[in-house]
């Protein structure tokens, strides 16, 4: 079987311009178009980023994989929570020669006031909350047992909020006591909850499918009633920790997200910063990064005939 290339997965959406709708913001992977006073444009395009800083190389399709992801999820949790989807096509609000650079790429969604905090549930001890544990035996100020592992499952998930970067900024992790500062106690209490909730129904389903969500971020936004709705992206490999079910048995950690790409800047000396936006990645860490997610799509989308690894 012929390896891919880059050229074999088409052409890459670095950016996108669309001239029928004013811009609103570039993200560091989605672009953001105002569609009247009420709704939003979401356009995934293939940028790639890594410890809060946009990548020089994308990824071809990544953009396509994340959307059709994350409409998957908004589906599967609609009787979960409420979500931003307007229910509207993206084409239908674009020019006729638009229409390529929005298709299977973007959402059509409900203008939200966005809360400011990423609402982060985790399920096992890694990334910046095993460096907390392995200093402190806590993770953002919450004690946890003694002789965790990365691969120990929690009794139960926990949640562990964060503030919410700008493009080129690090995400912040913050104590619940920080989160109802911000929101008040009535809110961060439900922004908690719901995302538990979430948490644990999509982590039931990815089981069923051979996947281990490890952990995973949600972004939550009001409402004009005031009613909490999940928004941006959800449970994709960008914002959560998808680790291979049968690998995990084994003790071994194979994860089809982010994780390797940051392993793999780490180990160059990478950790972040104005050098990393910069950094043209070789071809086979970007074919990696594609494989995985695609992987990652086709075990967790795919009809369980079309699952297979």
């Known amino acids: 079987m012929n390896q891919p290339t880059l050229a074999s997965l088409g052409p890459a959406v670095q950016t996108t311009s669309l001239h029928s709708l004013p ?33 020089k190389a994308p990824v071809p399709g990544k ?14 949790l609609k009787h979960t929570v409420p979500n931003h989807l307007s229910g509207e096509a993206p084409e239908s609000v674009v020019a006729a020669d638009e229409v390529a ?35 402190s035996g806590t993770v953002c100020g919450i004690p946890m047992p003694a002789g965790l ?24 992790n913050i104590s619940f006591a920080q989160l109802e500062a ?16 979430i948490y644990t129904a999509a982590r039931d389903y ?19 009633h005031g009613t909490l709705t999940l928004m941006d992206e959800v449970l994709t490999p960008d914002s959560s920790r998808f ?39 070789p071809e086979s860490v970007i074919l990696g990064v594609h494989e995985r997610y695609a992987r990652a799509h086709r075990l967790l989308c795919s009809s369980p005939a079309g699952a297979a690894a």
């Open 101 to 135: 650079q929005v298709q299977g790429r973007s959402m059509l969604v409900k203008r939200l006031t966005p809360l400011p905090c990423e609402a982060v549930v985790r399920g096992y001890v890694v990334g910046s909350g095993w460096k907390e544990y392995s200093k």
């Open 149 to 172: 592992a990365m691969t120990t499952p929690l009794a139960q998930p926990i949640f562990t909020p964060a503030t919410k970067a700008a493009v080129g900024d690090h995400d912040e």
């Open 243 to 281: 680790w291979l079910a049968d690998e995990l048995a084994q003790g071994r950690i194979v994860a089809l997200d982010k994780q390797p790409l940051r392993d793999w800047l780490a180990s160059t000396g990478v950790t972040g910063g104005a050098e990393q936006a910069a950094l043209d990645l």
């Open 23 to 55: 811009l609103i913001a570039r993200g560091k992977v989605r672009d953001l178009y105002a569609v009247g006073a009420d709704r939003m444009l979401m356009v995934a395009s293939d940028r790639l980023s890594a410890f809060d800083v946009v990548m």
């Open 206 to 224: 990815a089981a069923t499918r051979g996947i281990v969500i490890a952990d995973t971020k949600f972004e939550f936004g009001l409402d004009e």
């Open 182 to 197: 911000l929101l008040g106690a009535v809110r961060a209490a439900e922004v908690r909850d719901t995302a538990i909730r």
């Open 63 to 76: 953009g396509r994989l994340l959307t059709e992801m994350a409409l998957f999820w908004f589906d599967l």
